[in-house]
């Protein structure tokens, strides 16, 4: 037999995990300064630019 669940309490649950969620991703987001920040788009631009230098041309 199916545990009984109290549906009220699942979804303030649910919520709470989700609010945890989007904190953890604010934090991530927001908690650099911009020095930071701004090494961390050049490095990734540059990830960007070297694996986009190593495409092989489609062939015909």
């Given at each position: 037999?199916?545990?009984?669940?109290?549906?009220?309490?699942?979804?303030?649950?649910?919520?709470?995990?989700?609010?945890?969620?989007?904190?953890?991703?604010?934090?991530?987001?927001?908690?650099?300064?911009?020095?930071?920040?701004?090494?961390k788009a050049a490095e990734n631009e540059r990830q960007v630019r070297q694996l986009d230098a190593h495409r092989?041309?489609?062939?015909?």
């Amino acid at each position: 037999m199916a545990d009984v669940i109290n549906l009220r309490l699942a979804r303030k649950a649910r919520s709470r995990s989700k609010a945890a969620q989007q904190a953890a991703e604010n934090r991530a987001l927001h908690g650099q300064s911009g020095s930071e920040r701004r090494l961390k788009a050049a490095e990734n631009e540059r990830q960007v630019r070297q694996l986009d230098a190593h495409r092989r041309e489609p062939e015909d």
